[in-house]
């Protein structure tokens, strides 16, 4: 695929590495020209350095929004132009101080560039982790690969990130629509304090999927097992 990235920062770095290693072509763009010239330098193989609008231009498949949350929708609004058509792809976390969802009562983070970009196609992934576990090569833990939560309306621009969820070396679970996203936002607000604030081990806090649904009644008829 060809994909442009927008901005320099850690998501920016962790994600564009993993898809130029599986043979994707990337160009990085960003406001400042020696950081997205340093980025795409580390990052080494296909990576290129360009200004902003230029990745929009260049991510004819998909276009990663790695940009702060507050930022992400001006950038958006000034390159909407370019994302006319492109697959949009919004990492961020609207998450403020004391861990507060910056989004409570209004639009998700995810719908605030649909708005911003009409023309796009916006998807919400990869909000839930810091951007060290998607450094890691790849995010295997007690032998499963990490889930990862995919929202969006276009049947096409879901099924390209979902591709790219699985060069990261995950495995994409359907999220539902760009709705949902909000979802994903509040989600992240709360596992990070969990996480941070509290120290708590949050996988704990779901059950086995087999007992996620309450107890299971089985009966035996005529050889087969029923559920009810």
């Known amino acids: 695929m060809r994909i442009g990235v927008l901005g320099t920062g850690n998501m920016a770095d962790a994600l564009a590495t993993h898809w ?11 406001r400042d020209a020696h950081k997205a010239e340093r980025l795409a330098m580390r990052i080494g193989g296909s990576a290129k350095a360009a ?7 260049f991510g004819q498949d998909v ?9 992400g929708a001006d950038v958006a609004r ?25 989004t409570e009562g209004g639009p998700s983070a995810a719908q605030q560039l649909a708005a911003a970009a009409p023309g796009a196609h916006v998807v919400k992934a990869f909000n839930l982790c810091h951007e060290d576990v998607w450094r890691m090569r790849p995010p295997v833990f007690d032998g499963r690969p ?8 276009d049947e096409t621009a879901v099924a390209r990130v979902r591709a790219l969820v699985r060069d990261v070396g995950c495995e994409p679970v359907a999220g539902g629509g760009l709705g949902r996203a909000g979802l994903l936002e509040a989600t992240a607000a709360l596992f990070i304090a969990l996480w941070v ?12 999927l087999a007992c996620a649904a309450g107890p299971r009644h089985q009966e035996t008829t005529g050889g087969t097992v029923a559920f009810r």
């Open 51 to 57: 200004g902003l609008r230029a990745a929009a231009e």
């Open 78 to 102: 000034e390159l909407r132009a370019a994302l006319e058509g492109r697959v949009l792809l919004d990492c961020s976390n609207p998450v403020g101080p004391g861990f507060r969802l910056l």
């Open 20 to 30: 130029v290693r599986a043979g994707h072509q990337v160009t990085i763009g960003g």
């Open 63 to 71: 276009v990663l929004a790695a940009l702060p949350f507050g930022a």
């Open 146 to 153: 990490l889930a990862v939560p995919v929202c969006g309306d």
């Open 197 to 208: 604030g509290e120290g708590a081990d949050v996988q704990a806090i779901a059950p086995p």
